[in-house]
């Protein structure tokens, strides 16, 4: 039994997603197996798991990522991770404890952070999972990752977990101010483009079970079953922002994009829509993708690169993509308030979590 008149020691561990170690095919293979051998990622019993990553995804794949990376990579390595570390050090700039980051896939790794915490006494965590939105893909697995590793160290951490912090005020406020000057713009349309995840993780993901995506509005509307659900999520994230930024619900629309497999994913896609929109008269776009703090391939090629190319084939004349928060000092103040609040104890170590098999 712990002491309850020992003093604890704070400390704060970022979790990103991650990426290959460099470009090179083997890396990206190495990156993918992690990633899409994963039960929250690819959800299928694991003997289909596998051999649908192995004989299907892993043989062909990892080259065409490689390319896409490629495209992307800086010379200080890739922008997620390049990015992800400049927020950890402002963090630490700001708050009077040991900051480390962790990727869920790849390094540095959620093992060696935990080492590294541990080595500077921290026995009292708090978890910031990098993703404001709920997604079993992305938020729980993070979440669930850093319990599995702890769990298997000799040490012991008591745990807080950052709650999504979806229609979070600060957070919105940081995303508008992002936004500022290409809003300031003449454009005709804002594109609020999110990462997509299959149906099934939804449907999952319902505490009722016959909620989410039983109507076209269902996630739209508040309901206390949404505290899993990543498609309500995304949503009430853009209502927030257009609210704030003062956009008429003619002028914005939310699509989902970097579809993988033959599943049904939430629609409408990102691709798609791209290509419908100048056809009714949309020619000057803005566009975000809030599901993500740090640039990425996500944003930077499939949006930057193949998205602008779709839509300006497709007619439309000016394509402008707004950055993620990165290391926008509003997004720094957020992870500061962020935790203050666990320093204050104002967060409940408690979360929902999707029964896994
Ligand atoms: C919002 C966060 C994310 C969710 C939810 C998510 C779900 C999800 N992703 C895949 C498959 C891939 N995603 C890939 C890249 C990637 N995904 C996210 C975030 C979320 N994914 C990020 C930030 C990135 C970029 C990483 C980087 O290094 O920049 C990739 C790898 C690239 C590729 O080969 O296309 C895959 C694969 C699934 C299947 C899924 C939900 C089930
Ligand atoms: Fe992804
Ligand atoms: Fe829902």
Not at 54 to 64: A, G, M, W
Not at 74 to 103: C, F, K, N, W, Y
Request: glycine residues 6%; hydrophobic residues 35%.
């Amino acid at each position: 039994m712990s002491n309850p008149n020992k003093q604890r020691t704070r400390g704060v561990l970022l979790v990103n997603l991650g990426s290959p170690e460099s470009t090179d095919v083997g890396d990206v293979r190495t990156y993918l197996r992690e990633f899409l051998t994963d039960p929250r990622v690819l959800d299928n019993p694991a003997p289909i798991r596998h051999a649908v990553v192995n004989l299907f995804i892993l043989p062909s794949r990892p080259k065409d990522s490689a390319e896409a990376y490629e495209k992307i990579w800086t010379e200080e390595g890739s922008p997620l991770i390049v990015i992800s570390e400049r927020v950890t050090e402002l963090l630490r700039e700001r708050v009077d404890v040991p900051v480390e980051l962790a990727m869920r896939y790849g390094n540095p790794s959620v093992k060696s952070a935990l080492r590294k915490l541990a080595s500077m006494g921290v026995d009292d965590l708090f978890v910031i999972p990098l993703y404001p939105h709920y997604a079993m893909s992305s938020y729980e697995t993070a979440v669930a990752k850093v319990k599995d590793e702890l769990a298997k160290l000799p040490f012991r951490m008591d745990l807080t977990f950052q709650p999504p912090f979806y229609d979070d005020p600060a957070y919105i406020d940081a995303l508008v101010d992002s936004a500022k000057e290409y809003l300031e713009q003449d454009y005709d349309h804002v594109l609020f483009s999110y990462h997509g995840v299959p149906e099934r993780h939804i449907k999952k993901g319902d505490p009722s079970g016959c909620y989410c995506l039983q109507t076209a509005d269902c996630c739209r509307k508040k309901n206390p079953v949404h505290g899993m659900c990543y498609r309500h999520q995304v949503h009430a994230t853009t209502w927030a922002f257009a609210d704030k930024a003062g956009i008429p619900p003619e002028k914005y629309s939310l699509t989902f994009q970097s579809r993988l497999g033959r599943d049904p994913w939430l629609t409408p896609y990102t691709d798609k829509t791209l290509e419908r929109m100048p056809s009714k008269g949309i020619k000057k776009l803005v566009v975000m993708s809030p599901a993500f703090v740090s640039d990425c391939l996500e944003t930077i090629e499939e949006l930057g690169m193949e998205g602008r190319e779709d839509f300006l084939e497709a007619g439309g004349e000016e394509f402008h993509l707004v950055p993620c928060l990165n290391d926008h000092p509003k997004w720094i103040d957020v992870l500061e308030k962020f935790v203050r609040e666990f320093e204050e104890g104002a967060l409940v170590d408690e979360h929902p979590v999707i029964p896994q098999p």
